[in-house]
């Protein structure tokens, strides 16, 4: 069964409206033919910043301390890339 418009609207109708933000970015994301593409077409500094990847998590309210959470992040990568020896 295909999915209607109205089940779309009341989906985001469900949705706090602090997350219209990240609703908004993934369907521009769809835009393009992949988000790998869309990824793969930034090239420079200024279209990084311009690309809506930035503060893209900036609600989340999960991740605590931003440089907390990275260290825990690459912390957890060398552990993962120190097992594989």
């Not at 900036?58 to 907390?68: N, V």
């Amino acid at each position: 069964m295909p999915i209607s418009e109205q089940q779309i609207v009341d989906s985001l109708r469900a949705l706090p409206a602090n997350r219209w933000d990240d609703v908004l970015n993934f369907i521009r994301s769809l835009d393009h033919e992949s988000p790998c593409d869309a990824l793969l077409c930034i090239r420079t500094a200024a279209e990084l910043v311009t690309s809506g990847l930035f503060g893209h998590w900036a609600s989340r309210t999960d991740l605590g301390e931003t440089r907390e959470y990275a260290r825990q992040l690459r912390q957890a990568a060398e552990r993962r890339s120190n097992s594989k020896c």
